[in-house]
């Protein structure tokens, strides 16, 4: 029998949408702005399964001026804790100098203890006596009312603040300000403010839109379930196959992949059918919760987060520009059902 051999390139899906800018996002972000002058610190969290994806250039060109702490969450999920995590991480570090970043994990008390480490010393140097406040801003579903709530209940042992949950658009609008740590004799303490996740006006590629909703970033009727599956069988595959060899030997076929997931976890329709939208589903979730591998989506290495940035250079304040592309692609796409269907 001939040994698997996986796909190294995914297909470019040029039907799938190439925007979650929502009217909520622009509103936050607009209030965001607005905020800047009472503003200390910055936290910006990002996905720590897509590092170069789940970066915001709106952010750094919006929020510009104030100090910035960057937190990679969900560390958990991505990372074995070998020491190739490790070497990416510290090129992730060297990335962002001069920067602050961190690596956190919202349910790990040591990983919380140092940003609440990093938020104290930067109040101690500011030495208000009315406290310092903060922004914690982030893409859509990246952990920032997880990280909130987690800071709140070790820093000042109290319960949760902020609503969270698996799909994008929990956190609407900016909340009040939440105390994270307990004020001393010369202040007030330090106040974060929860902010609701912001898309990209534009994702420049198929491949980049189908990893923010894999992790999440997108709601989950945006994308075909059976897409998304397809995508993280090619991941799956590139990583490890032998991760789903409980429902399935190593395959491309994410149609009979499914069947397979099906009929192992019985999720069967009426007369013992597959149900192989609800096994996408189940599988998606499987590999968001850390039980399908922990991997990272993204590839970094020096030349990708080199790229990363030219890329995104004026893809934040080019909201025009994004929006021109997007009608020219709705024009290409329909040119081409057209030219099929005649």
């Known amino acids: 029998m001939a040994s698997f051999v996986p796909r190294t390139v995914f297909p470019t899906l040029c039907s799938l949408p190439r925007s979650y800018f929502l009217g909520h996002h622009r509103a936050g972000l607009n209030k965001m702005k607005t905020m800047l002058s009472y503003i200390d610190l910055v936290i910006e969290c990002r996905d720590y399964r897509v590092p170069l994806t789940s970066r915001n250039p709106l952010f750094e ?11 990679y969450t969900k560390q958990d999920l991505g990372s074995e804790g070998r020491r190739r995590d490790r070497d990416r991480e510290s090129l992730i570090q060297q990335w962002h100098h001069p920067s602050s970043v961190l690596f956190s994990d919202h349910k790990d008390k040591r990983s919380v203890l140092k940003v609440l480490n990093f938020a104290r010393a930067h109040a101690h140097v500011k030495d208000s006596l009315t406290g310092s406040r903060m922004l914690v801003v982030g893409m859509p579903n990246v952990g920032k009312s997880s990280l909130l709530n987690a800071l709140r209940q070790v820093g000042v042992h109290k319960g949760k603040a902020a ?13 009040t300000t939440v105390k994270i ?36 970033s997108v709601k989950d009727t945006i994308i075909a379930p059976t897409t998304l599956a397809d995508y ?25 992949f499914l069947n397979a997931v099906a009929q192992k976890t019985g999720r069967l329709q009426k007369g013992g059918m597959p149900d192989v939208e609800a096994a996408a589903l189940w599988v998606i979730q499987r590999w968001r ?48 059902q057209s030219l099929e269907a005649g």
Do not use: H, W
């Open 61 to 71: 060109e919006n929020l510009a001026g104030r100090e910035r702490l960057i937190v």
């Open 163 to 175: 609503p969270t949950g698996a799909q994008p658009g929990v956190t609407r609008k900016i909340g």
């Open 181 to 216: 740590i307990e004020g001393e004799e010369s202040g007030e303490g330090v106040y974060l403010a929860d902010t609701p996740g912001v898309f990209v006006p534009y994702v420049p590629n198929s491949e980049s839109m189908l990893r923010l909703a894999l992790v999440g």
């Open 232 to 256: 993280l069988l090619f991941q799956l595959n590139l990583y490890d196959p032998k991760i789903y060899e409980e429902y399935s030997s190593p395959t491309n076929d994410v149609t009979g």
């Open 289 to 336: 919760s850390g039980c399908l591998g922990r991997f990272l989506l993204d590839e970094v290495t020096e030349s990708n987060l080199g790229r990363e940035l030219r890329n995104s250079e004026g893809l934040g304040s080019s909201l025009n520009q994004a929006r021109r592309a997007d009608k020219d692609m709705r024009r290409q796409r329909s040119r081409q």
